[in-house]
């Protein structure tokens, strides 16, 4: 009778055990955060305790088992460590994986990506568009006399933006943002470079608004440097520049298809047909390779250069005026055959 009773109570226990272990088992491994898509950001900012963090999974139905969280959060000490950042939640998930992870502080990177723009406020918005900075106090940096913008200003800190993918963390301060940018800047401009710059006699800043305007004319890689060469071969002669992207941007107006000649008088320092030099800053974000073609410029003659009636996007170029308003005519020819007037 002993002998039963022990049994059925070794039966008991061992059952008890069983079920305990397997509902420890799960709620360290099993899958308690399950997500449609691939993987979901948690972003958890600076004023959160676990309560705001439980609830945001509740919230967003990525949390399945909410007690089993809690319970081994607790146990961990993580409801005693919420570090806020942004934290990449993969599907299937266990718990023990993320309160790990969440505990750690060890965020996932973000990436942002920028190759278009064509003012430092349209980059503003694209390179926040992820991140807890937001686009005005990006433009309030930038504004802000007292902060260091190395050797940049406001008009031509978009320069030091290099169009690319970058990783950051979401809660990165604007100044190590900015921090960042520039030291992907210095990289890029290494001894090389700034050898051709120093040849040229140009600064990087003025390197990059020339290639502004190069990869503002064409967007034929083949014919860049070609047309860089005109502009320098401009420079050189200590000529206006008469370049009609800039027109476009100083009229602030990007539909612009055919510049005209109400668009030279507009009064702005981007007019280079009535300022002398280059514009006080980018006309837009440019990619590496057009900085390159500046560098990398053709050694020729042409002073002029006029886009193909063909409409291909490739130019002819010419060396003396006669010869470029041949040129100049017959597109505006093939501008009014397409009933293109502005």
């Known amino acids: ?3 039963k009773k022990m049994l059925i109570s070794v039966i008991v226990f061992s059952t008890l055990l069983s079920s305990i272990s397997v509902y420890l088992y799960q709620m360290f491994y099993s899958p308690n955060f399950l997500i449609n898509q691939k993987d979901k950001f948690l972003m958890i900012e ?5 309560n705001d963090v439980r609830n945001k999974l509740i919230q967003d139905t990525i949390l399945n088992d909410v ?3 809690s319970v081994l959060s607790k146990a961990m000490k993580y409801n005693q460590n919420i570090k806020s950042g942004a934290y990449k ?6 718990n023990y994986s993320l309160i790990k992870m969440l505990r750690s502080g060890n965020q996932t990177p973000i990436n942002i990506s920028f190759n278009h723009a064509r003012k430092i406020e349209d980059l503003a918005k694209i390179i926040t568009k992820d991140l807890k900075i937001t686009n005005d106090e990006f433009m309030e940096f930038i504004n802000n006399k007292n902060n260091d913008l190395y050797e940049f200003n406001a008009k031509n800190i978009m320069a030091m933006f290099l169009a690319n993918t970058y990783e950051v963390y979401w809660n990165i301060t604007i100044e190590s943002l900015f921090n960042k940018m520039h030291f992907e800047y210095t990289k890029f401009w290494n001894k090389e470079r700034i050898n051709k710059s ?10 990059s608004i020339l290639a502004s305007i190069v990869a503002s004319e064409t967007l034929k890689m083949d014919e860049a440097n070609t047309i ?4 320098i071969n401009r420079l050189k002669k200590n000529m206006y520049l008469q370049a009609d992207p800039t027109l476009v941007y100083a009229a602030n107006d990007f539909s612009i298809k055919r510049v005209l000649n109400k668009h030279k008088k507009i009064a702005s320092p981007y007019n280079t047909y009535i300022n002398k030099g280059l514009p006080p800053g980018p006309i837009k974000l440019t990619i590496k390779e057009y900085i390159d073609a500046v560098l990398n410029y053709e050694k020729h003659k042409y002073i002029y250069f006029c886009a193909k009636d063909d409409f291909s996007g490739y130019h002819v170029f010419a060396t003396k005026l006669s010869e470029h308003n041949k ?9 009014n055959k397409r009933k293109i007037y502005r």
Do not use: E, H
Not at 198 to 207: G, Y
Not at 327 to 335: I, S
């Open 1 to 3: 009778m002993i002998n």
């Open 89 to 94: 939640i993969k599907s299937n998930m266990a």
């Open 228 to 231: 860089a060469g005109v502009y």
């Open 67 to 69: 007690l089993s969280f």
């Open 327 to 335: 040129n100049a005519k017959k597109f505006q020819r093939a501008l």
């Open 198 to 207: 120093n040849k040229l006699k140009m600064s990087t800043i003025d390197i």
């Open 46 to 50: 600076d004023n959160m305790n676990f």
